[in-house]
């Protein structure tokens, strides 16, 4: 960077919820370490999926929590972008990049009920909040009794209405709940290996127009390559399948060493069916080992779920 460019105010965006705000703070000073002369201003900016509060998140479409703030990108607005890597679509606008991933926090899903039961203790025939496909497939899997209901709003809003009970247990992303301090109410956390994440939970992504030096320049510095390998591996297995969030596809990479260990599944809405399939291969070859899977599990059925569910 030069000395005019360290002299800039450097403009993040990224959504008004607390834990965007949290999240856009750990990216701003891991920043600042690099670059200690630089100035922030964070601009908050209001999503179609922070308006639409009701109804399925699939039914609006993908970048939902993301597309106003890439605009603000692309249009000089803002300089960087920060997301939960989960809310970004396979297909990135033209002309933006993923800069940077900060370390993975958990990327876990966990149940919360009102009662304090776990998923094998919960009522006969509890009432889930939530709206994601691939949880409610999952959770299915495990226990076919379960019925759900529609569940949007930040993490602050879904636990209050787990107070007010409007329903007796809500599924939610565990990242989020540790990076705010609210694993408290945490009444259960499902391994990676029981119930499969959505391809980027856990990680905080950094989002730049693909020409800017500068943000090249900081987003370098403060990236977490073996955090990056994994989320392009899931992502590659998610665009493979053509998926996202609101298809019931989960997947998880776990990179060991020099080995990057690859599993990822489709499941039915009702949970009878399942196709999963794990692959192993070099940190290098991530987007590969992720197209390769998405391929294999296509052909092993994924297909013929998926298009049921396209044509439903």
């Known amino acids: 960077m030069t000395a005019t460019d360290t002299m800039r ?11 965007a705000l949290c999240q856009t703070e750990q990216v701003r000073s891991k920043i600042e370490q690099a ?5 922030f201003e964070v601009i908050t900016i209001q999503t179609k999926g922070d308006q639409i509060l009701r109804g399925a998140i699939g039914a609006i479409g993908p970048g ?25 679509a396979c297909e990135l606008p033209k002309g933006l990049v993923i800069g940077a991933v900060l370390a993975r926090e958990d990327p876990q899903d966990c149940l919360v009920t009102r009662g304090g039961g776990t998923l094998k ?5 509890a009432w889930i ?7 409610r497939s999952q959770l299915k899997r495990l226990r076919s009794d379960l019925r759900f209901a529609q569940l949007r709003g930040n993490i602050e809003t879904r636990l209050r209405k787990i107070r007010d009970g409007e329903c007796d247990g809500i599924v939610l992303a565990y ?9 408290d109410v945490v009444t259960e956390v499902f391994e990676p290996e029981v119930f499969l994440p959505q391809a980027g939970q856990g990680a905080i992504a950094v989002e730049i127009r693909e020409n800017d030096a500068t ?5 370098e510095a403060i990236n977490h390559q073996p955090t990056l390998t994994a989320i392009l591996a899931e992502r590659s297995f998610l665009g493979g399948l053509q998926g996202g969030c609101q298809l019931p596809v989960g997947v998880f990479a776990d990179l060991d060493h020099d080995r990057l260990r690859l599993r990822g599944a489709v499941f039915s809405i009702d949970g009878d069916r399942e196709v999963s399939d794990v692959l192993s291969g070099a940190p290098q ?15 092993a059925g994924g297909r013929e779920i998926l298009d049921s569910i396209r044509s439903g």
């Open 121 to 125: 203790t919960i009522k006969q025939g």
């Open 9 to 19: 105010t450097i403009k993040i965006g990224t959504r008004g919820s607390q834990l």
């Open 35 to 39: 670059f200690p002369d630089l100035s």
């Open 285 to 299: 070859e991530a987007r590969q080992l992720g197209f390769v899977l998405a391929e294999r599990v296509l052909k």
């Open 129 to 135: 909040g939530t709206t994601s496909l691939r949880r």
């Open 215 to 219: 943000a090249k320049s900081l987003t």
């Open 175 to 183: 990242a989020g709940l540790k990076r705010l301090g609210l694993t």
């Open 64 to 88: 939902i929590f993301t597309r106003e703030i890439e605009d603000a990108l692309l249009e000089g607005q803002v300089d960087l972008a920060v997301h939960s890597a989960k809310d970004l």
